[in-house]
């Protein structure tokens, strides 16, 4: 069996974890293709090399010049090679990229060099060949395009009994590079798993697998042992960041598990991410809780808007036309409202768009109202279990929260709370309380 691996930004963040990291894929010879990320933060306070490059680029739009940003990204990849112990001229590679990036002066090419960078380094230290995404991975526009990358992509595997490939970009038909979005090395992993017909997709993080929820807000949840591919779609998207929300695509479409494995803690279980769903050894109906703040809620009522053809369809027309794309849409008999990321709405966009539905739909009454937090609950067992939403609301109220939303997602799969900001972290501690001890 062929596993392909990733290994994220804190396995990536200094000489000794690059060091564990070959520990981790010498140790088993399936381990054949590894995808790494660039050097995350080695203690809390420190910077991501995608963080400083992002700001290198802004210096350089600004001074025509590469400053500060790319001097601290110059020394941590020149730490890396010396703690590490490589002989290779890698002052002679940085100075090439620095030329580059003053060439090529894009945000995309800027941001993908660490990536690239410790993709060259790791390839050097297990004395194997590194693949260049911008050769491999191939976008056409601004989106993956699939059929053109895993043609030229298992081509470029199948003569390689090891390789390293660089995460999180590629490049469009014009040979432009282009990035996912942020946390895009899972994506790239899995397209690597994929391409190579992998029988398991390994994610090497910081963490011994999927928790129950974030551990910013409850110390220690319980890890999740499995979950199935439409959970952790679930999950990702709400909140859960320990895997990019897109990376389920690739794997999903070949049936091949992912396994979430901590760098720093090999020997522990982890969580495996499977195509159907598992029975919970507890019997628990949640699996996980995921969330995000910072929504907007425009509340629209109507009297008979039930019996009003088209009502949805105008004020939608509304969102499409400003570009918005909305995360739910929570309607009554005569009541409907959208949930949108707030982000979206700033600088007099929310007051327009309000003002344009009004005009389209001639409500009874439209208002607004943000700072709102969304929680999900998770698991294919919440909806054949009677009374898990009984529990779910009992636990809320409390913690004395007022609910200000809520949507019984149509997936079957999750149920949506929408609370005050504020109240965000009580009520996830609330319900994990009452499912997970
Ligand atoms: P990497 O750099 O390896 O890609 P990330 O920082 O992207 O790692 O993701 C791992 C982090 O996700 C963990 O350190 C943890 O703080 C955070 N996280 C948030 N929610 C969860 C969750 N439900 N389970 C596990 N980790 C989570
Ligand atoms: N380095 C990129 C980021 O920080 C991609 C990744 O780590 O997955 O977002
Ligand atoms: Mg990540």
């Given at each position: 069996?062929?596993?392909?691996?990733?290994?994220?930004g804190?396995?990536?963040?200094?000489g000794?974890?690059?060091?564990?990291?070959?520990?981790?894929?010498e140790?088993?010879e399936?381990?054949?293709?590894?995808?790494?990320?660039a050097?995350?933060?080695?203690?809390?306070?420190?910077?991501?090399?995608?963080?400083?490059?992002?700001?290198?680029?802004e210096?350089?739009?600004?001074?025509?010049?590469?400053?500060?940003?790319?001097?601290?990204?110059?020394?941590?990849?020149?730490?890396?090679?010396?703690?590490?112990?490589?002989?290779?001229?890698?002052?002679?590679?940085?100075?090439?990229?620095?030329?580059?990036?003053?060439?090529?002066?894009?945000?995309?090419?800027?941001?993908?060099?660490?990536?690239?960078?410790?993709?060259?380094?790791?390839?050097?230290?297990l004395?194997?060949?590194?693949?260049?995404?911008?050769?491999?991975?191939?976008?056409?526009?601004?989106?993956?395009?699939?059929?053109?990358?895993?043609?030229?992509?298992?081509?470029?595997?199948?003569?390689?009994?090891?390789?390293?490939?660089?995460?999180?970009?590629g490049?469009?038909?014009?040979?432009?590079?282009r990035?996912?979005?942020?946390?895009?090395?899972?994506?790239?992993?899995?397209?690597?798993a994929?391409?190579?017909?992998?029988?398991l997709?390994?994610?090497?993080?910081?963490?011994?697998?999927?928790?129950?929820?974030?551990?910013?807000?409850?110390?220690?949840?319980?890890?999740i042992?499995?979950?199935?591919?439409?959970?952790l779609r679930?999950?990702?998207?709400?909140?859960?960041?320990?895997?990019?929300?897109?990376?389920?695509?690739?794997?999903?479409?070949?049936?091949?598990?992912?396994?979430?494995?901590?760098?720093?803690?090999?020997?522990?279980?982890g969580?495996?991410?499977?195509?159907?769903?598992?029975?919970?050894?507890?019997g628990?109906?949640v699996?996980?809780?995921?969330?995000k703040?910072?929504?907007?809620v425009?509340?629209?009522?109507?009297?008979?808007?039930n019996?009003?053809?088209?009502?949805?369809?105008?004020?939608?027309?509304?969102?499409?036309?400003h570009g918005?794309?909305?995360?739910?849409?929570?309607?009554?008999?005569?009541?409907m409202?959208?949930?949108?990321?707030?982000?979206?709405?700033?600088?007099?966009?929310?007051?327009?768009?309000?003002?344009e539905?009004?005009?389209?739909?001639?409500?009874?009454?439209?208002?607004?109202?943000?700072?709102?937090a969304?929680?999900?609950?998770?698991?294919?067992?919440?909806?054949?279990?009677?009374?898990?939403?009984?529990?779910?609301?009992?636990?809320i109220?409390?913690?004395?929260?007022?609910?200000?939303?809520?949507?019984?997602g149509?997936?079957?799969?999750?149920?949506?709370?929408?609370?005050?900001?504020?109240?965000?972290?009580?009520?996830?501690?609330?319900?994990?309380?009452?499912?997970?001890?």
């Amino acid at each position: 069996m062929i596993k392909a691996c990733k290994f994220g930004g804190t396995s990536m963040a200094d000489g000794t974890n690059f060091l564990r990291v070959k520990e981790i894929v010498e140790g088993d010879e399936a381990r054949r293709y590894i995808v790494v990320s660039a050097p995350g933060k080695r203690y809390s306070g420190d910077s991501k090399v995608t963080d400083l490059l992002l700001s290198a680029h802004e210096e350089l739009l600004k001074t025509g010049r590469l400053g500060a940003s790319f001097g601290r990204v110059r020394e941590r990849f020149l730490h890396i090679v010396l703690e590490i112990g490589l002989k290779i001229d890698f002052g002679r590679i940085l100075d090439e990229t620095a030329q580059e990036i003053e060439a090529e002066r894009s945000e995309a090419f800027t941001a993908s060099r660490g990536e690239y960078l410790a993709g060259r380094i790791m390839a050097e230290l297990l004395g194997v060949p590194f693949l260049d995404a911008r050769e491999v991975i191939r976008f056409c526009g601004d989106r993956f395009d699939g059929e053109t990358t895993y043609t030229i992509l298992r081509e470029a595997l199948k003569s390689k009994k090891r390789a390293v490939v660089a995460g999180y970009y590629g490049a469009d038909e014009t040979g432009r590079v282009r990035t996912f979005s942020r946390g895009g090395s899972d994506v790239t992993g899995a397209i690597v798993a994929r391409a190579a017909g992998a029988g398991l997709y390994e994610n090497w993080t910081d963490v011994s697998g999927f928790l129950a929820c974030d551990p910013h807000i409850v110390p220690s949840p319980a890890r999740i042992e499995a979950l199935s591919y439409k959970e952790l779609r679930e999950l990702s998207y709400m909140g859960a960041n320990v895997m990019h929300s897109e990376s389920i695509f690739p794997v999903r479409e070949a049936g091949i598990p992912i396994r979430i494995c901590n760098t720093f803690r090999p020997e522990d279980g982890g969580t495996y991410i499977l195509p159907k769903p598992q029975e919970s050894e507890e019997g628990r109906p949640v699996t996980g809780i995921a969330g995000k703040k910072n929504f907007t809620v425009i509340f629209l009522e109507k009297s008979l808007m039930n019996a009003e053809i088209g009502f949805a369809y105008r004020a939608l027309e509304v969102l499409m036309r400003h570009g918005i794309s909305f995360e739910h849409m929570p309607s009554g008999i005569d009541t409907m409202s959208f949930v949108i990321d707030s982000e979206q709405l700033k600088g007099g966009a929310l007051e327009q768009i309000e003002a344009e539905i009004g005009a389209a739909v001639r409500p009874d009454r439209i208002t607004s109202f943000d700072n709102i937090a969304l929680l999900a609950v998770v698991g294919h067992g919440i909806h054949g279990n009677v009374g898990t939403s009984a529990r779910l609301f009992r636990a809320i109220a409390r913690a004395g929260v007022n609910v200000r939303m809520i949507d019984q997602g149509s997936s079957e799969l999750n149920i949506i709370v929408g609370v005050d900001n504020e109240d965000y972290e009580r009520t996830v501690r609330a319900v994990y309380e009452e499912f997970f001890k």
